[in-house]
């Protein structure tokens, strides 16, 4: 693999790698105050660390602590964790009464990526079935990301643009048949690849 390079841009406005490391540190500490308050102890070798101690974490000892703390808590210790937490994520997407045909707010992100072929990447996503630390060192807001390719299953826990607290939701990858118009007519008919999913809440709805 040579040196990869990527750019974003996310609803017009481009965003740097100073950015995306500003965020993703932000995020790191979100996570770490989070499991703090749902009773995990967050430490740093055999040091519980406080709330003020987490806030003086450097950006990388704060993604190294995340991703250790996370993985000792995944499958069903998470679930069992944030039990709460997933039933008022729930109640709130239930709220909404998000559907596919529904009107709603649309944001898009542009992605660039040399450096990198498709087989290498598919590769690197397909470890996620083996190796839990490569899905929670993909995002800080990882909790479960496990894919099934050869059937088209994707099971995770995260917050939808991080807002709210962490949702539980099952992703089939479906024929683009079976979703909305409104997401169909997005679709830009130039693109070369598509991949089509829809997502479900813990109650299969």
Known sequence: MSQMNYTFTVNGEVWKKSHLERLEYER????????????VEIKEGDATLTDDEIDHLTAGKAWEISINTRIQYTGDKI????????????????????????PMRVSRCN????????????????????DDRVGLSAHPEHFICNVAFDDGKLCGIEPFGMYGTPTLCNVRV????????????????????????????????
């Open 174 to 205: 479906v024929d683009i048949s079976e979703l909305g118009q409104q997401i169909r007519a997005d679709r830009d008919p130039d693109y070369p690849v598509s991949m089509a999913g829809r997502a479900y809440l813990t109650d299969g709805v």
């Open 28 to 39: 790191n500490l979100h996570v770490l105050h989070q499991m703090k308050r749902h009773g």
């Open 111 to 130: 992605m660039s990526v040399s450096g990198v072929s498709l087989q290498e990447f598919m590769m690197m996503m397909r470890s996620m079935q083996d």
């Open 79 to 102: 679930i069992e964790l944030y039990q709460d937490s997933l039933a008022k994520s729930d109640a709130m997407w239930r709220e909404l009464a998000f559907s596919q045909d529904k």
